[in-house]
């Protein structure tokens, strides 16, 4: 029996594929001339995806039909290709980001995402590349703060993958799970889910070459902190409080869960916010009202650098409403608090560099691996 490619692809164009609803010849899946030697064929198959849910599927049915349909003395190779490539290991993501920084804070109401932004935006002003990431699925704030909410990020090709582009405002590059949902709506995901939607923001976007990766974490510890402990090496954590007692102690459990053996992130330093209340008809004058000094004896207690105290000013509030951070004007008090955030910053992260060794995602063993 002489077989020639026109066989092949006749016996093919009889298998359906269920993603498109066609058989594989009109659905274009047939990546090149069916090879033919003697009794050996190899077909090159081309599906969109290496997660494609048909693929094994569609694979046996093409070798079943050349089988039934050409003879079952064939034997036949079927190699996959894919039009889109798949998403990179974990550890070979963010290629191009130099230091990834999470602003934390172990309860919420404390500024942390008012922070996170005007840090940002304060180190894009001294002229790095700077991304930021509203990791807070269930409560995200940074379109907003950042007057984005009408935008929606599109995709683009690049490098054989599909990926997120970021929304640029503020010569920051940003996401947030808030451009993809209803502002108006609650988030009603269980954990997985969120943390899904997490990964892809990650590792699905093209963020590209950046000096800083700033992380808005969520208050608390959960699992979204896991999940990027687990996806990214994270350079160091800035944990944010108040001075008030309550604030304190919360902020403890965060940097506890940074330093946990397991974790080892470093602390880069503290940022005491809300630190004073200086009313702006008396930008002398400075009013204690959620305690005193709270934050430097916590850091002079943990051993970390004390980076700013961010005075509680009504502008700030209404900047961060407005859509125009307090950093984007550096002439103002709070502006200046913020770039002197962001210098300190720096300093703590090249310091950190210099000094200590790279940082390990954790990873965490599955009940199997724990047994063996």
Not at 186 to 203: E, P, S, V
């Amino acid at each position: 029996m002489t077989l020639y490619p026109k066989l092949i692809l006749d016996a093919l164009a009889t298998v359906t594929y269920p993603g498109t609803k066609k058989n594989l010849v009109e659905s274009g899946m047939v990546a090149d001339t069916p090879s033919i030697n003697g009794m050996k064929v190899k077909v090159v198959l081309e599906f969109p995806r290496d997660t494609d849910p048909f693929l094994k599927s569609t694979v046996k049915a093409a070798e079943a039909a050349i089988h039934y349909h050409v003879s079952k003395d064939v034997e036949v190779t079927i190699e996959t290709e894919f039009k889109h490539k798949p998403r990179p290991s974990v550890d070979k993501l963010l290629p191009q980001v130099k230091n990834i920084v999470a602003v934390s804070s172990g309860k919420g109401g404390v500024g942390k995402s008012t922070v996170a932004a005007n840090l940002a935006i304060a180190l894009a002003k001294m002229g790095y590349k700077v991304g930021l990431l509203d990791t807070d699925i269930f409560g995200p704030s940074m379109p907003k703060m950042f007057h984005v909410e009408e935008a929606r990020p599109y995709a683009v090709e690049k490098d054989g993958r599909q990926l997120i582009e970021p929304i640029e405002q503020y010569g920051v590059k940003l996401l947030s799970i808030g451009f993809f949902v209803n502002p108006d709506t609650a988030t009603l995901w269980r954990g997985g889910m969120a943390c899904n939607a997490l990964k892809q923001l990650i590792a699905d976007a093209d963020w590209g070459e950046l000096d800083y990766f700033i992380l808005d974490t969520p208050p608390g510890t959960s699992d979204i902190h896991l999940t990027l402990l687990q996806t990214l090496a994270i350079t160091g954590a800035v944990i944010v409080s108040t001075p008030q007692k309550v604030a304190l102690a919360d902020a403890r459990k965060g940097i506890d869960m940074y330093r946990n053996e397991k974790v080892n992130v470093p602390i880069l330093g503290l940022v005491e916010n809300m630190a004073w209340f200086t009313p702006a008809e008396l930008p002398e004058n400075k009013y204690y009202i959620f305690g005193n000094g709270g934050c430097k004896a916590l850091a002079e207690e943990m051993g970390t650098p004390l980076l700013a105290q961010i005075p509680l000013v009504q502008s700030i509030c209404e900047s961060g409403d407005a859509g125009a951070p307090a950093a984007t004007q550096p002439d103002t008090m709070t502006g200046q608090a913020f770039l002197a955030l962001a210098q300190a910053v720096v300093t703590v992260v090249n310091r950190r560099n210099k000094e200590q060794a790279a940082t390990k995602r954790v990873e965490v063993k599955t009940t199997v691996e724990k047994e063996k």
